[in-house]
C-alpha cells in the first residue's frame, strides 16, 4: 500500500473552483485499479489551504494513475487555480501494518 498527501495552495478567492475540479475528477479516479482513498481536504479556519489524501494497493497503481490523461488534464485544469505546485509527500506503511495492507 502506498499512502500519498498533496498540499495544494488556492489563488484567493479559487477554492470553490478546487473543490468543483475535485467533485468532477474524484468519481472516475476512485474507479482506477488499486485506487483505494481519494479525498480533498481543507485546512481548518483557511480558503485557500487544501490537502489531498491518496491510498493507492502499490506503487505500481500509483504509477499508472500520474500516467493516466485524466491526470494529465486535471493538472491543466488547476494551473489558473492554485498558487504554485503541490507538495507532494509518498508514504509507505511500516512494521506490523505492512501485513494488514
Known amino acids: 500500500m502506498i499512502n500519498v498527501t498533496a498540499a495544494i495552495t488556492v489563488k484567493p478567492g479559487q477554492g470553490p473552483a478546487l473543490e468543483a475540479a475535485f467533485a468532477a475528477a474524484r468519481p472516475d479516479t476512485l474507479q482506477e485499479p488499486g485506487c483505494l482513498r481519494y479525498d480533498l ?3 481548518r479556519r483557511s480558503d485557500d489551504r487544501y490537502l489531498v489524501l491518496e491510498t493507492w494497493a502499490s506503487p505500481a497503481a500509483l504509477k499508472e494513475h500520474g500516467s493516466t490523461e485524466r491526470f494529465a488534464d ?3 485544469a488547476l494551473s489558473e487555480i492554485v498558487a ?3 507538495d507532494v509527500t509518498v508514504y509507505e506503511p511500516v ?3 505492512v501485513a494488514l495492507g
Open 84 to 86: 504554485g505546485a503541490p
Open 74 to 76: 486535471f493538472g491543466k
Open 95 to 97: 512494521g506490523e501494518q
Open 41 to 43: 481536504q481543507r485546512v
